[in-house]
């Protein structure tokens, strides 16, 4: 078994190892992952949650085992911005030249406004610390469902993007998985596995911050008969709702609702 860590800003993770094939999802800058396999320039990975696909070779640096253990837990910050600036301390340009909204860091100093971070290899970075959020302080939102809904509502109008996990495109379960993962509730990356998490909720006693499931799509409800969600017919976040007769009303999702479950602890 090999180890690794992401050193782009976001990587496509494949169901197969060739660049047309399904995008399942996105991996962040100093995701972790074991590495079982190499074909054709991309890399079999395992997340440590269990969910498995292909990378870019390139995206990818191998570490140590040791390294892979101590990276679990090195995160001191997480991005909190939309996306976040990077400037090298070496000069140039700087590669990735900015991050996403949920990636984690080990700042290791902080001057003034700025915080240092070091990449893989060495190369040090310094980033605005009005972008990020120390990790402790995030733990006051672990469950807040209105925390939950604040966040998903940054997002509205952002484009539906298959596998996406980023606020340049979500997919239905990414948005949800990534909204959760910044309350401190983690959850599968897929709708089918979201849905047998946290515990069923009758129809009538469904209230904001539960997970309402449809064949393939999951929602998040804002209460009174409302939901956020990545929407492929919307064309990306919207507000829809599931009352008749109500503005932004989806007869399709009303009429093939599933099930709701309520993933907060």
């Known amino acids: 078994m090999k180890y690794g860590v992401i050193i782009r800003n976001v990587t496509d993770l494949r169901a197969h190892p060739i660049f047309r094939s399904e995008r399942k999802s996105q991996l962040l800058l100093n995701e972790t992952v074991t590495i079982s396999s190499r074909q054709k320039g991309y890399l079999k990975v395992t997340l440590p949650d269990g969910y498995s696909g292909w990378v870019d070779e390139k995206a990818v640096y191998p570490i140590a085992k040791t390294a892979y253990k101590e990276l679990q837990t090195a995160a001191t910050h997480i991005v909190?911005?939309?996306?976040?600036?990077?400037?090298?301390?070496?000069?140039?340009y700087p590669i990735p030249p900015f991050l996403f909204y949920g990636t984690t860091l080990a700042v290791k100093r902080r001057i003034g406004q700025r915080g240092t971070i070091s990449m893989p290899g060495g190369k040090q970075y310094q980033i605005a610390m009005s972008k990020i959020t120390r990790a402790k302080e995030m733990k006051a939102f672990r469950g807040d469902a209105g925390y939950i809904l604040k966040e998903a509502?940054?997002?509205?109008g952002v484009p539906?993007?298959?596998?996406?996990?980023?606020?340049?495109?979500?997919?239905?379960?990414?948005?949800?998985?990534?909204v959760f993962r910044m309350a401190g509730v983690a959850l599968p990356r897929d709708s089918k596995d979201q849905m047998r998490c946290g515990n069923p909720v009758d129809h009538?006693?469904?209230?904001?911050?539960?997970?309402?499931?449809?064949?393939?799509?999951?929602?998040?409800?804002?209460?009174?008969?409302?939901i956020i969600h990545a929407s492929l017919?919307?064309?990306?976040?919207?507000?829809?709702?599931?009352?008749?007769?109500?503005?932004?009303?989806?007869?399709?999702?009303?009429?093939?609702?599933?099930?709701?479950?309520?993933?907060?602890?």
Not at 80 to 92: E, K, N, P
Not at 153 to 156: E, G, K, P, Q, S
Not at 251 to 264: C, G, P, V, W
Request: proline residues 7%; glycine residues 16%.
């Open 233 to 265: 017919g919307e064309g990306g976040v919207a507000v829809n709702s599931l009352v008749p007769n109500t503005p932004g009303f989806r007869k399709d999702l009303y009429e093939s609702f599933r099930t709701a479950r309520r993933a907060l602890p």
């Open 80 to 92: 909190t911005g939309i996306t976040a600036r990077l400037v090298s301390d070496q000069g140039g």
């Open 153 to 156: 509502r940054r997002f509205l």
């Open 204 to 226: 009538a006693d469904i209230r904001p911050g539960d997970l309402l499931f449809f064949p393939g799509h999951v929602a998040i409800a804002l209460g009174r008969g409302r």
């Open 160 to 178: 539906y993007v298959w596998g996406g996990m980023t606020p340049f495109g979500f997919d239905c379960s990414g948005l949800v998985q990534t």
